[in-house]
């Protein structure tokens, strides 16, 4: 691993805790306390606040600007963190904000990418290999899964869910919950079946996708049952089925509702 390199104009706090190997450009400011891992790259102009806990090999392009002061009116200046997985990148003009005191932590995962302009608010929890496209922005105490893809430009309601491997297309408003594994899109936001591409990518096979979908005809077939209905059947798939299990236990959780069919 090479040496810490600092660049002449950028600006470290002396109780910053850079780990070997760190690349600080110019013009760059880490604070104090903000924690940097190994091999990471902080770019230029770029704005490492306190609270930060960045894992090895993150990349922060220019002018972003990670674990800045939440925007909520219930924050009174609590010490509260914004922790980042190993390889994510984070591009140009991203805002990532710290947690607040009611759940201490914004947490993005590991090989994630948030590209130019992406906002994600206090006590969000992200997934590990999630992709935010231009101008996304996630509102507070959102929980989006893993293996999840967002289109620009859209904007994710607070307290909202997404699950694993679901994609939803740009430029829409999300202000219910999606489901794990479904191609969501359409204003208002509707599903319009499986994730069928990025579920044949990670391993998911023609049998999978088959029962994945026949439990999703519960909820948005032909003939659907009501969701209390769907439910029930659907936990009666459970025994062997680790997709039905995940799927039931996404919706009996989701307390603002599931996108509509």
Same mark, same amino acid.
């Given at each position: 691993m090479p040496e810490t390199v600092i660049h002449p104009t950028a600006v470290v706090h002396p109780r910053a805790c850079l780990d070997e190997g760190v690349r600080v450009e110019a013009y760059a400011i880490i604070e104090d306390g903000a924690t940097v891992g190994a *091999?990471? /790259?902080i770019g230029v102009r770029a704005h490492i606040d306190r609270g %930060? !806990?960045?894992g090895r090999e993150v990349q922060v392009h220019h002018c972003a600007t990670v674990s800045c002061l939440p925007q909520d009116l219930k924050f009174y200046g609590e010490e509260t963190t914004l922790e980042v997985g190993d390889r994510t990148v984070i591009r140009e003009f991203a805002t990532l904000s710290r947690g607040t005191e009611e759940a *201490? =932590? =914004?947490?993005i995962g590991s090989d994630c990418l948030l590209m130019a302009y992406v906002h994600v %608010?206090?006590?969000?929890?992200? *997934?590990d290999k /999630?992709? #935010? %496209?231009?101008?996304?922005?996630? %509102?507070g105490h959102v929980k989006i899964g893993y293996h999840v893809s967002i289109g620009g430009m859209v904007p994710i309601h607070q307290f909202v869910r997404i699950g694993d491997h679901a994609f939803i297309g740009g430029g829409v408003s999300v202000t219910k919950d999606v489901p794990p594994y479904v191609m969501a899109n359409d204003s208002p #936001?509707?599903?319009c079946g499986l994730n069928t591409v990025g579920l044949r990518r990670r391993g998911f096979s023609a049998e999978d996708l088959l029962r994945i979908k026949r439990h999703y005809r519960l909820f948005y077939g032909k *003939?659907? !049952?009501i969701p209390s209905q769907a439910l029930e059947e659907l936990a009666g798939r459970i025994e062997g089925d680790e997709h039905a299990a995940r799927i039931h236990a996404f919706i009996a959780a989701a307390e603002r509702g599931i996108i509509q069919g």
């Open positions: *091999g990471s /790259v %930060a !806990r960045l *201490g =932590t =914004t947490r %608010a206090h006590d969000c929890q992200i *997934g /999630v992709i #935010l %496209a231009n101008m996304c922005q996630v %509102a #936001l509707r599903f *003939g659907s !049952r």
